[in-house]
């Protein structure tokens, strides 16, 4: 995945598009961040590790690489919300753009109707356990991993819970 990324980062400086080049660097700058995190982690615990290992054992997996797109499209919507009390929109447009731009990288977004499902059938599998919005959240999310927006996950959990009652 960071590979695919880089590659359409070298074809955006290309074709010279701005809006692409900015938000693959900021994306690649946060995976960056991210391995560098699990790097000082993994040295701490195992400082006798090599460099190949080192490199191997904090690439990004996909589902990570997910979470900082999903971090990014949610950053982008709240700057959205700020311009529209400001009436600026040029740049609304800008972020909806990138927001548009960076949902090519996540997989196809599940409807509410599957998501419902999952919801229904996660808390069918933690009937034993001691049902809360966290716990509920935490595993619906596992399960959805970067095909579904989470403040749609949590706002159909909140109905859902509610029904319950």
């Known amino acids: 995945m960071k590979e695919k990324i880089q590659k ?3 074809l955006a400086i290309k074709e010279k598009d701005e809006i692409k ?7 690649l700058n946060e995976i960056s961040k991210k391995e ?8 701490k615990k195992e400082p006798s590790l090599k460099e190949e290992e080192l490199t191997q054992k904090t690439a990004l ?13 949610k ?16 740049l609304i447009l800008k972020e909806e753009k990138e927001i548009e731009f960076l949902k090519e990288y996540l997989p196809p977004q599940l409807s509410e109707e599957d998501l419902e499902k999952i919801i229904r059938e996660t808390i069918k599998e ?11 959240m935490k595993e619906v999310l ?22 319950k009652k």
């Open 75 to 90: 950053k982008r919507k709240e700057a959205i919300e700020n311009f529209k009390k400001a009436k600026r929109e040029d």
């Open 61 to 73: 997996e996909k589902e990570e690489i997910f979470k900082i797109i999903i971090s990014e499209i």
């Open 8 to 10: 359409d980062l070298w």
């Open 36 to 43: 560098v995190e699990k790097r000082y982690l993994l040295l």
């Open 126 to 136: 933690l009937s034993g356990k001691e049902l809360n919005f966290g716990l509920l």
């Open 142 to 163: 596992k399960k959805v991993s970067g095909q579904a927006d989470p403040s749609l996950v949590s706002q159909l959990i909140k109905k859902i819970l509610e029904e």
């Open 21 to 27: 080049i900015s938000v693959l660097r900021l994306v």
